[in-house]
T-cell receptor
Framework: AQTVTQSQPEMSVQEAETVTLSCTYD???????LFWYKQPPSRQMILVIR??????QNATENRFSVNFQKAAKSFSLKISDSQLGDAAMYFC???????????FGKGTKLSVKP | ETGVTQSPTHLIKTRGQQVTLRCSSQ?????VSWYQQALGQGPQFIFQ???????GRGNFPPRFSGLQFPNYSSELNVNALELDDSALYLC???????????FGPGTRLLVL
């Protein structure tokens, strides 16, 4: 069975600085997708970034980028120029190519200090 | 373009009762997935509907059931509520089985 592990329950970053959130996963599939979702205290889950496993190039979305290491089964999220609005729970999620459901990690709570 | 909506936003029930939660998918999306998120945890997959048929189910008992309608909106029904059913219930829609899932704001259920 596939699993997703986020080893950092909490992280803190100074406003305007850079922070990296870690995620590892376990799968025997070769075709899959990886996601980072953000969940602010308002609780709506918001898509941050998506990575297709077959793509070598790391996905980027403005200040958000990933470091996808397929062989190591690692998928970290880098947030540059952190803003107060980035404070939230961040969830790493896996979706197999043969299934439609998402498998989530336990989340990392990110605090941003002014 | 309207996003995913869910109703109600909050709900309080007592043990043994039944509850129905509703979800309207984003325009153009034919797939709806339901997740349960306990406090302080990541969401857990309940089941998924694709074009009105169930397409996969997580480790939840049969008292959790669902429907998808021709307009691709969906319902989650929970019978014989237990205290442990207290959680945030999230609905997500996607344009197909392997499409990116977009979430609604959730329904907070409290079972007393």
């Amino acid at each position: 069975a596939q699993t997703v592990t986020q080893s950092q329950p909490e992280m803190s970053v100074q406003e305007a600085e850079t922070v990296t959130l870690s995620c590892t996963y376990d799968t025997s599939e070769s075709d899959y997708y990886l996601f980072w979702y953000k969940q602010p205290p308002s609780r709506q889950m918001i898509l941050v970034i998506r990575q297709e496993a077959y793509k070598q190039q790391n996905a980027t979305e403005n200040r958000f980028s990933v470091n996808f290491q397929k062989a190591a089964k690692s998928f970290s999220l880098k947030i540059s120029d952190s803003q107060l609005g980035d404070a939230a729970m961040y969830f790493c999620a896996y979706q197999g190519g043969s299934q439609g459901n998402l498998i989530f990690g336990k989340g990392t709570k990110l605090s941003v200090k002014p | 373009e309207t996003g995913v909506t869910q109703s109600p936003t909050h709900l309080i029930k007592t043990r043994g009762q039944q509850v129905t939660l509703r979800c309207s998918s984003q325009s153009g999306h034919n797939t709806v997935s339901w997740y349960q998120q306990a406090l302080g945890q990541g969401p857990q997959f309940i089941f998924q509907y694709y074009r009105e048929e169930e397409n996969g189910r997580g480790n939840f008992p049969p008292r959790f059931s669902g429907l998808q309608f021709p307009n691709y909106s969906s319902e989650l029904n929970v019978n014989a509520l237990e205290l442990d059913d207290s959680a945030l219930y999230l609905c997500a829609s996607s344009p197909g089985l392997d499409g990116t899932q977009y979430f609604g704001p959730g329904t907070r259920l409290l079972v007393l």
